[in-house]
């Protein structure tokens, strides 16, 4: 048991400010949650063989931005977010390294474009499915995972260590609370009602939202995270109340978003 290397990587998490981390030792990709499950190529311990575990960070999108998606202001902090990610999980494979566990990071984002994307709307790695088997949060009704702290708000990034670190639980109880926001608000009709991975996804519809915005400067869509009423977050924020975004909502928070929507972006 690698009590050390939690301790490691605990210290690096606190100097970085980074609020969520966990870990999944290889052999949970093993043992499906649910089906359908992904694919075995998609396993880390096949993608790398030396893998016995896989670190988990996790860093918020602030919810104050995303409410003014799409923006090139969420756009800037989601291409940020992404980017601290991939620095955090390079320096944290670095240290992992040193201390005599050879590991790697997992690119954020596993694609070259959005276009290529569209072709081929999976990446090598799902950073989500890792999340999951590293005890942060559940899938809800919009593909996404939720988690208490931040609900959908969070992005991932991953380490695959060669180092046997006990595995964090598994989140048990369901977050979603299916009520259908992240369906009904969706520009694409990308979401449908039921659970995930029973109803997925539209990738296509998603993808071709995503890719009229990147034209535009002002990708990623994030509608379906920003609407969710799970989250910590939330409370943080002062913004218990969903129904601000609804169509028709007129508030002051409304009209600084159409300011931010006029700028930086077509
Ligand atoms: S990102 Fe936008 S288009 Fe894609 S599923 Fe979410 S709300 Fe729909
Ligand atoms: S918006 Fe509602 S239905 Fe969608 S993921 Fe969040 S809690 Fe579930």
């Not at 311990?45 to 003014?68: C, D, K, N, Q």
């Amino acid at each position: 048991m690698n009590v050390d290397l939690k301790d490691i990587v605990s210290s690096f998490c606190t100097e970085k400010n980074i609020p969520l981390v966990g870990y999944a030792a290889s052999n949970r990709w093993e043992q499906p949650l649910f089906e359908p499950w992904i694919p075995a190529d998609f396993y880390p311990h096949h993608i790398l063989p030396e893998t016995r575990s896989v670190i988990v960070i996790g860093l918020p999108v602030a919810l104050p931005v995303l409410e003014t998606s799409p923006s090139i202001w969420y756009h800037e902090l989601y291409k940020t977010v992404n980017s601290l990610l991939d620095q955090y999980t390079v320096q944290l494979a670095s240290l992992l390294s040193r201390a005599g566990f050879p590991s790697v990071f997992v690119p954020r984002d596993g694609y070259g474009s959005i276009e290529v994307l569209q072709k081929n709307p999976v990446a090598f790695f799902s950073h989500r499915h890792a999340a999951v088997l590293a005890g942060l949060g559940r899938f809800g009704v919009n593909n996404m995972v939720l988690t208490r702290e931040f609900g959908p708000r969070i992005r991932f990034g991953s380490i695959f260590t060669t180092a046997l670190i006990p595995s964090d639980p598994l989140v048990e109880d369901e977050l979603c609370i299916h009520c259908n926001k992240c369906v009904s608000l969706c520009p694409a009709n990308a979401l449908k009602e039921g659970d995930y991975p029973l109803v997925l996804t539209d990738k296509p519809a998603c993808t071709t939202q995503s890719a009229s915005l990147n034209k535009r400067y002002i990708s990623p869509c994030g509608i379906c995270i920003k609407v969710c009423p799970i989250g910590e977050d939330r409370r943080v924020f002062h913004r218990g109340n969903t129904g601000i975004y609804e169509p028709g909502s007129d508030t002051d928070l409304f009209h600084g978003w159409e300011h931010v929507r006029k700028y930086g972006g077509k």
